[in-house]
C-alpha cells in the first residue's frame, strides 16, 4: 500500500498525528507510519532542548558567575544524560521488539526493570552529588565566589537526576509502545511549568521568597518530577498496552543486566560523541574568543537544525523494533530506507538554507561584525554535510532500536576518535587552514560514519539480533 503526502492532506495528517492514539506499525503504509511518528518525535526533541534555553535566559540575569555555575553543572550532567539515553536507547529496543510480538505483558515487565535500573544508578550518582557538590565544582576549577555561593544548584542538580533518568525511560516506552504523542505532551507540560516557575522561583513573588540560581534547579526539578509522576499515572492507569498494573514490584535482575549491557553501547556512542566536541571546541578556542563565540552560536544553531533529523530517526527506531520484533525484517528495512530518505530531502533543504544565508541566523544571537562573520563561515562549512547526516542519524537508531549498539560505537570510535581529532588537528594545525580545518574535519568524519554504518546496514547482521 502507498501513501501519498500533498498540500491538500499534509494538515489533516498532522493533526492525525498528534492525535495521541496508540498504533500498530507493523501493518500498512510505510510512509505515513513514518510520518505520524516523526511529527511528534521532532515536537519532542524541541521541548527537550527548551529546557536548557529557558534556565539560561533567566539565570543571565544573575550576573556571570551564575551563568558559569549552570555551565559547569550542564557539562558534568552531560555523564546523566549519556545514561539516560543509553537506557532509554536499550528500554526502546526491549519493549519495541515485545510490543510487535504483541507480547504486551513482557514489554510491561520490560519496563518496569528498566525505570528499576534508572533508579539504581541515579540514586549512585545522587549521593556523592550532594555531598561532594562543592569538591566537584572546585574540581572543575570553578571560582570561590562560584563554589561558596552557588554550590547549591549544583548538588540540587546531581540530587534529583533521579528525574532526568526516569523522564527518559518512561517517553522511551511510550515511543517504542507505537505513542509517541504522549511522550511529546510530557515535555510541553514539563517546559511549561519550568518556565512558570523559574521567574516566580529566581527571583520571588509575595510569599515565595527570591531563591536565586538554586531557584532554576528547584523549579527545573519540578517541572521533570511533575512530568515524572503523570507519566507513572499513566502506566499505572493508562490505556495503553504498557500498563504496571499486573507487573510484579520485585527486581528481576537477570533482565536487567540485559538491559545495562544494551546500553552501555549507546552510553558509549554518546561519550564518544560528545567529548570529541569538547576536544574540537578547545580546538577553536586557541584562535581567540572571537572565532570561539561564532562556533559556540553556529553549533547552538546546527543542534537546532538537526532536532527534526532526530525526530525522524527515532521514529525509524521504532519502526525497526516492532517489525523485526513481528518477523518481518523486510519491513524494518523498508522503514529505515524511507526514514532516511525523507530526512535527507529535509535535512537538504535546511542545508541550503543555511548555507545561502549563515549570516542571517548569526546575526540574531550577536551584533559583532566580525563574530557574524566567523560564525557564517564555520556555519556554511558544517551545514555541507547535512544531507549525509540525516541519513547517518537514521542509520544509527535502526540499529540502536533493533539492539545492535556496538556496531555504532566501534564506527563512532573510528570516525570520532581515530578520524575526527587528528584530522581536526593536522588541517587546523600543520597545514594552516586554522578553524576552517576543524570544520571541514566534522564535515569528513560525520562523512565517513555514515558510509561505514551504510556498509553494516546493507550487510543486514542487525536483522537477526537477539532481544
Known amino acids: 500500500m502507498t501513501h501519498k ?61 551564575a551563568i558559569a555555575t549552570v555551565g559547569i553543572t550542564e557539562s558534568l550532567i552531560t555523564i546523566i544524560y549519556a545514561l539516560a539515553v543509553g537506557l532509554s536507547v536499550a528500554t526502546a529496543a526491549i519493549v519495541s521488539r515485545r510490543t510487535g510480538e504483541k507480547n504486551h505483558k513482557e514489554a510491561a515487565i520490560s519496563a518496569y526493570q528498566s525505570v528499576v535500573t534508572g533508579i539504581m544508578i541515579s540514586l549512585i550518582i545522587a549521593i556523592p552529588g550532594i555531598l561532594f557538590a562543592k569538591d566537584i565544582l572546585k574540581a572543575m576549577n570553578a571560582s570561590s565566589a562560584i563554589i561558596g555561593q552557588f554550590s547549591g544548584y549544583t548538588s540540587i542538580m546531581f540530587g534529583s537526576n533521579v528525574v532526568i533518568m526516569l523522564l527518559f525511560i518512561n ?33 520571588g513573588l509575595g510569599p515565595i521568597p527570591a531563591m536565586g540560581i538554586k531557584g532554576a534547579a528547584i523549579a527545573t526539578t519540578t517541572g521533570r518530577g511533575l512530568a515524572v509522576l503523570y507519566q507513572f499515572y499513566l502506566l499505572a492507569y493508562g490505556k495503553g498496552k504498557i500498563n504496571f498494573r499486573q ?42 574568543s572571537e572565532v570561539l563565540a561564532g562556533y559556540t552560536i553556529a553549533l547552538r544553531i546546527i543542534v537546532f537544525a538537526l532536532l527534526p533529523a532526530m525526530g525522524i530517526s527515532h521514529a525509524a527506531s521504532t519502526l525497526v523494533g516492532q517489525n523485526l520484533g513481528a518477523g ?57 554535510g547535512f544531507v549525509v547526516y540525516g541519513l547517518g542519524m537514521v542509520l544509527v537508531n535502526s ?31 600543520k597545514i594552516g587552514w586554522e578553524q576552517q580545518g576543524v570544520f571541514w574535519a566534522i564535515v569528513i568524519a560525520e562523512t565517513m560514519m555514515t558510509l561505514m554504518m551504510l556498509y553494516f546496514f546493507r550487510k543486514g547482521q542487525w536483522k537477526f539480533k537477539k532481544v
Do not use: H
Not at 252 to 280: N, P
Open 5 to 65: 503526502y500533498t498540500f491538500k492532506n499534509i494538515f489533516i495528517e498532522i493533526k492525525d498525528a498528534l492525535k495521541g492514539e496508540e498504533r500498530d506499525y507493523t501493518t500498512g503504509s510505510l510512509k505515513r507510519a513514518v510520518f505520524l511518528l516523526s511529527v511528534p518525535m521532532v515536537l519532542e526533541m524541541l521541548m527537550e532542548s527548551v529546557f536548557a534555553v529557558t534556565d539560561i535566559f533567566f539565570v543571565s540575569k544573575l550576573g556571570s558567575d
Open 328 to 384: 518481518n525484517p523486510d519491513r524494518a528495512v523498508r522503514s529505515a530506507w524511507i526514514a532516511g530518505k525523507l530526512n535527507m530531502w529535509l535535512m537538504g533543504i535546511i542545508s541550503v538554507i543555511l548555507i545561502l544565508m549563515p549570516k542571517s541566523f548569526i546575526s540574531i544571537f550577536s551584533a559583532e561584525k566580525l563574530i557574524i562573520d566567523l560564525g557564517a563561515a564555520s556555519l556554511r562549512i558544517v551545514s555541507i
Open 247 to 288: 507487573v510484579s514490584l520485585r527486581p528481576r535482575f537477570k533482565l536487567i543486566g540485559q538491559i545495562i549491557r544494551l546500553s552501555s553501547g549507546s552510553v558509549s556512542q554518546y561519550i564518544i560523541a560528545t567529548s570529541s566536541w569538547i576536544i574540537l571546541m578547545r580546538f577553536v578556542a586557541g584562535y581567540g
Open 399 to 429: 540499529l540502536n532500536g533493533a539492539g545492535d549498539t556496538q556496531t555504532p560505537f566501534r564506527i563512532n570510535i573510528i570516525c570520532f576518535w581515530i578520524i575526527e581529532i587528528p584530522l581536526a588537528w593536522l588541517l587546523a594545525g
Open 171 to 203: 517517553n522511551a516506552v511510550f515511543r517504542s509502545a507505537g505513542n509517541p504523542v504522549i511522550a511529546m505532551r510530557v515535555l510541553w507540560f514539563a517546559n511549561i511549568v519550568n518556565i512558570l516557575l523559574d521567574p516566580v522561583f529566581i527571583f
